[in-house]
T-cell receptor, first 111, second 115 residues
Framework: EDQVTQSPEALRLQEGESSSLNCSYTVSGLRGLFWYRQDPGKGPEFLFT???AGEEKEKERLKATLTKKESFLHITAPKPEDSATYLC????????????FGEGTQLTVNP | DSGVTQTPKHLITATGQRVTLRCSPRSGDLSVYWYQQSLDQGLQFLIQ???????AKGNILERFSAQQFPDLHSELNLSSLELGDSALYFC??????????????FGPGTRLTVL
């Protein structure tokens, strides 16, 4: 069974204080690892897809990386508007296109 | 705005009742997915349709059913509702039914409250 574990559950940062969120996964054959951002009461917003170990993608202050066992979402010099829950999900090779999500990391950036 | 629309935004009903949630995918997307998000279980995959056909099933209860119509919109039917069915229900869409690069784009969700 696919498993996705995110840590920490919650993270509080000061504006400008860089940090990383972790997503550990166990799948029989990774087809893709996805990062989403979710604001309270809203639908998840797609950020990145990573396909193979060593791959990196960047978007503004966010950078996602992938190894064979985990992914990191690095946040550089965060701003208060980066406050949200960040969700990691995996797509496994034999289960079609379903996504298995982690529980998320709730990020709060204080001004 | 992802381009995926869901109606209604909020639904309040009583135990034992039946409701229908509606989803319109992004223009051009052939696949629709339904997910349930509750406080204690996170986002859980329910079911996927591709071009009108059921493609994959998750932990969807027998009281729940879905379909995708020829115009590609989808409906999720929830019957004999219980208090524990209260949750956010999200629809997502993607261009294809499977394969790498099949990013899913989520709608704004329907918040279901069962009293």
């Amino acid at each position: 069974e696919d498993q996705v574990t995110q840590s920490p559950e919650a993270l509080r940062l000061q504006e400008g204080e860089s940090s990383s969120l972790n997503c550990s996964y166990t799948v029989s054959g990774l087809r893709g690892l996805f990062w989403y951002r979710q604001d309270p009461g809203k639908g998840p917003e797609f950020l990145f897809t990573l396909y193979s170990a060593g791959e990196e993608k960047e978007k503004e202050r966010l950078k996602a990386t992938l190894t064979k066992k985990e992914s990191f979402l690095h946040i550089t010099a965060p701003k208060p508007e980066d406050s949200a829950t960040y969700l990691c999900a995996v797509q496994e090779g034999t289960s079609g296109s379903r996504l298995t999500f982690g529980e998320g990391t709730q990020l709060t950036v204080n001004p | 705005d992802s381009g995926v629309t869901q109606t209604p935004k909020h639904l309040i009903t009583a135990t034992g009742q039946r409701v229908t949630l509606r989803c319109s995918p992004r223009s051009g997307d052939l696949s629709v997915y339904w997910y349930q998000q509750s406080l204690d279980q996170g986002l859980q995959f329910l079911i996927q349709y591709y071009n009108g056909e059921e493609r994959a099933k998750g932990n969807i209860l027998e009281r729940f059913s879905a379909q995708q119509f020829p115009d590609l919109h989808s409906e999720l039917n929830l019957s004999s509702l219980e208090l524990g069915d209260s949750a956010l229900y999200f629809c997502a869409s993607s261009l294809l039914g499977q394969g790498a690069g099949n990013e899913q784009f989520f709608g704004p969700g329907t918040r279901l409250t069962v009293l």
